[in-house]
């Protein structure tokens, strides 16, 4: 499953239904796909890891997994938000390792066609990295961009990221 | 050849099995040989493992393995005839084989026959063949030649009987009958040395686990675990009394949701079952511990093999003592602590100890003691290689460190004594003026240091001029849980492995001083650097500054250092649990827990952070 969203423009994959996890991040919304994602949990306390990349929330126990906590906002650039009640961790499976995504909502599992996926603009607004988007979906009421979070933490990334 | 199907790779693994076992207690015999060499039984018992692994690998088809093996078990043989006597000459050869047949079976192991060189080894058993007996001593020397065809013949005829059994329809090998070995022939003879076809390439092993390339000294398997059916019962003892503390609890808490308990009532219970719960966890993680736990001969046992091939390039007498052997300690930390070990051994056989003539005329007795011994303390193993030779001279220490750059004459002026001991574990440092193929690179002793620090131990040296020197390695008896300190830094709880926590104090911050922007504390006689954890982590200024605040000095390996927190929350047991791949290796963090509320606390690695204290001193 892992390229299931890769192959946008090859014709097997335009008639597929994908299911996507559609979530908020600052007025815009999202999806991921469903199969990385493990669960959904509300904000427990976060134990605070120094010396990390300042998108790194820090880390949390997961029945008994201590597992790093992201905060998505951070990550993109975004404007930072208080956690309420709609706030959202997302634990998903990025390359075999459990990563939880703090969001500002989760609001439902869509399916939508693979020819609905529409290769993203040029220019996309909010800062966020252009790698890990995997395309845009157009929908008649709703803009949805589709994220590729194995993208997101490039090999370098990790390099910087095991390294520091 | 068709591919070993699944019968075969039954067969397959029980020799495996079985060789690796007969070749570990192979060695030791060996060496114990040398010095006893009239004990008939350790003579034939040796014969009799050699003759087993020469059968099993014939039975199989390994044919490189049974030509060495064959031509090992016909010097054997010999020298159990008392046809040759036991020599340092004959040993070296024999152990050199041995070692060949090790690799030769780690190839199988790993499924990758490779074509290794055998003839160099075989040519030098071959002069101890055609050597003449040595008729006019042998009845003189030996004083027991072993009874030929008495005492020892009746177990070694069975053997001699499957190996013929198996040779006679060894190519090609027996793949449709496994069962011929176990027809008894009647006329036992020698099974003859195999010339065997083309076609009796060895097999490979069809599917194997891992390939253990570059590991060949490595036989042992560390992938399986034999437990003692008694102490499996125990667990599952255990194991139903949790379940019935649970079941408890669960009553508990329906009792308090329904609401008809009395507060009292309540706590007494309560009470009770935490006591049970705490009880019965403990004994259980100890359980489970001792599962974990192996014997350190499984470490030890190498030694004497090393110790003696040394002794002899070396040209030094050496008495090995090993005590302590059974101690047992956690296979992760088994795995850990070879290397290092023959390291330390290395250096006190080459550094250590002198020649003869050097400790004759040192008015010592010509053979030097070379001690190994392990024992427990409390939740540490200590070890400690122990020499009497000619101990670690500091001038000459200090004056190599000054020589090679590193470290200059004021610094050295400024030692203590344990700091100058300290110096051998530099990177780079050696007092040889060269290298050997032993010693000297300056490499061996920086090993020891990283690996002992990666294992949270400590080591200590005790050392005096002309009478020898001791190194003490203090290690935790498992990785997985450990003691911890529980320390708060401004609201954050972070844990400090009790092991390199040495003591800790409540201290006046106006006592502190500063040297090149390195606060520091004098404690009795020593300057301890300090190290503020809430600089190094960044963490936010949450109280009212205070004067008062805490100081736990750590020491790793040889190093001391004082970290200041703001308070000491207290003692704790904790599991280890990983940061996964994405947040490793973060500087002055080994690691996390889980705390009791279900909070994650760090674990502290003071380790690295006096690694990155020393580092930002060197800038």
């Given at each position: ?164 | ?12 693994e029980g020799f495996l099995a079985e060789t690796t076992e007969l070749l570990e207690k192979l060695d030791d015999d060996l060496?114990t040989l ?8 350790l003579m034939n018992r040796i014969f009799r493992s050699i003759h087993t692994i020469k059968g099993a690998s014939s039975f199989l088809?390994f044919?490189?393995l049974v030509?060495v093996a064959?031509?090992t078990e016909?010097?054997l ?17 024999i152990l050199?084989a041995t070692d060949l047949v090790k690799l030769l079976v780690s190839?199988i192991k ?45 177990p070694t005829?069975?053997e001699?009987?499957q190996v ?55 036989l042992s398997d ?79 046992k190498k030694?004497?093999r ?314």
């Amino acid at each position: 499953m892992n390229n299931a969203l890769v192959p946008v423009n090859s014709d097997e994959s335009r008639s597929e239904l994908i299911q996507l996890v559609s979530f908020n991040l600052d007025q815009e919304e999202y999806g991921v796909d469903v199969l990385k994602v493990r669960e959904i949990i509300r904000m427990p306390t976060v134990t605070r890891v120094p010396n990390t990349p300042h998108y790194v929330d820090g880390v949390i126990n997961l029945r008994g997994k201590v597992i790093p906590i992201i905060s998505m906002r951070k990550k993109f650039g975004l404007m930072e938000a208080e956690n309420d009640k709609q706030t959202r961790i997302m634990v998903m499976d990025v390359d075999g390792e459990l990563m939880g995504f703090i969001v500002d909502a989760v609001s439902e599992v869509i399916r939508i066609s693979g020819s609905e996926i529409q290769p993203s603009p040029a220019v996309v607004a909010s800062g966020v990295d252009q790698e890990c988007i995997a395309g845009v979906i157009n929908q008649a009421e709703r803009l949805l961009v589709l994220l590729d979070l194995e993208k997101m933490f490039s090999l370098d990334e990790r390099k910087v990221f095991g390294s520091l | 050849m068709p591919p070993i199907d699944c019968e075969d790779q039954e067969l397959l693994e029980g020799f495996l099995a079985e060789t690796t076992e007969l070749l570990e207690k192979l060695d030791d015999d060996l060496i114990t040989l040398e010095k006893a060499s009239d004990d008939t039984e350790l003579m034939n018992r040796i014969f009799r493992s050699i003759h087993t692994i020469k059968g099993a690998s014939s039975f199989l088809g390994f044919d490189l393995l049974v030509k060495v093996a064959h031509k090992t078990e016909d010097v054997l043989n010999r020298l159990r005839k008392g046809e040759l006597l036991v020599n340092p000459e004959i040993m070296d050869v024999i152990l050199e084989a041995t070692d060949l047949v090790k690799l030769l079976v780690s190839d199988i192991k790993a499924g990758e026959i490779q074509e290794r060189e055998t003839e160099g080894t075989i040519s030098k058993l071959l002069p101890f063949l055609s050597e003449p007996a040595v008729s006019a001593q042998a009845p003189a020397a030996s004083a027991a030649p072993a009874p030929e065809g008495g005492v020892d013949a009746p177990p070694t005829s069975v053997e001699q009987a499957q190996v013929a059994s198996a040779s006679l329809d060894a190519a090609p090998p027996p793949v449709s009958e496994p069962a011929a070995s176990s027809v008894p022939m009647p006329d036992a003879t020698v099974a003859p040395p195999q010339k065997t076809g083309g076609e009796m390439v060895p097999k490979k092993a069809a599917p194997a686990p891992k390939p253990a390339e570059g590991k060949s000294e490595d036989l042992s398997d560390n992938t399986t675990v034999r437990v003692d059916v008694k102490r499996l019962d125990d667990l599952m003892n255990q194991v139903g009394e949790l379940v019935l503390e649970r079941n408890r609890m669960i009553q508990i808490n329906q009792n308090l949701q329904q609401g008809d308990v009395n507060k009292d009532d309540f706590n007494e219970e309560f009470g009770k079952l935490t006591k049970r719960m705490n009880f019965v966890t403990s004994e259980l993680q100890m359980q489970v511990l001792k599962m974990r736990m192996l014997p350190v001969e499984k470490v030890f046992k190498k030694f004497p093999r090393i110790v003696r091939s040394m002794a002899r390039d070396l040209g030094k007498e050496v008495d090995l003592q090993i005590f302590g052997e059974e101690t047992e300690l956690d296979r992760s930390v088994v795995d850990e602590i070879g290397d290092p070990l023959i390291h330390l051994i290395r250096n006190a056989m080459d550094h250590g100890l002198e020649t003869p003539d050097e400790r004759v005329a040192a008015g010592k007795s010509r053979v030097g003691t070379l001690v190994l011994a392990a024992v427990h303390e409390g939740n540490q193993i200590i070890i400690s290689i122990k020499d009497d030779g000619r101990g670690i001279d500091t001038d000459r220490v200090g004056r190599k460190a000054v020589e090679k750059g590193l470290l200059t004459e004021d610094q050295l002026a400024a030692m203590s004594q344990r700091e100058m001991f300290d110096l051998i574990f530099l990177p780079g440092f050696s007092t040889k003026e060269k290298a050997t193929d032993l010693s000297g690179r300056g490499v061996g002793m920086d090993v020891v240091k990283t690996n002992i620090k990666k294992l949270n131990g400590i080591i200590e040296i005790k050392s005096e001029k002309g009478q020898g020197s001791e190194f003490i390695l203090r290690l935790p008896l498992t990785l997985a849980i450990i003691q911890s300190l529980l320390v708060e830094v401004e609201g954050e709880v972070y844990s400090i492995p009790l092991s390199s926590v040495l003591e800790t104090l409540r201290v006046d911050q106006r006592q502190f001083h500063l040297i090149g922007g390195q606060e520091v504390l004098k404690l009795r006689d020593m300057v301890l650097p300090l190290l503020r954890l809430q600089k190094i982590f960044n963490v936010q200024q949450r109280y009212d500054k205070n004067d008062f605040c805490y100081v736990v000095v750590v020491g790793a390996a040889d190093k001391r250092m004082g970290l200041v927190v703001t308070r000491l929350v207290g003692q704790q047991e904790v599991a280890i649990k990983s940061l996964g791949s994405y947040l490793a290796n973060i500087p002055g963090i080994a690691g996390s827990t889980i705390l009791g509320d279900g909070q994650v606390a760090l674990i502290v690695d003071p380790v690295g952070l006096i690694d990155s204290v020393e580092g930002n001193a060197g800038r």
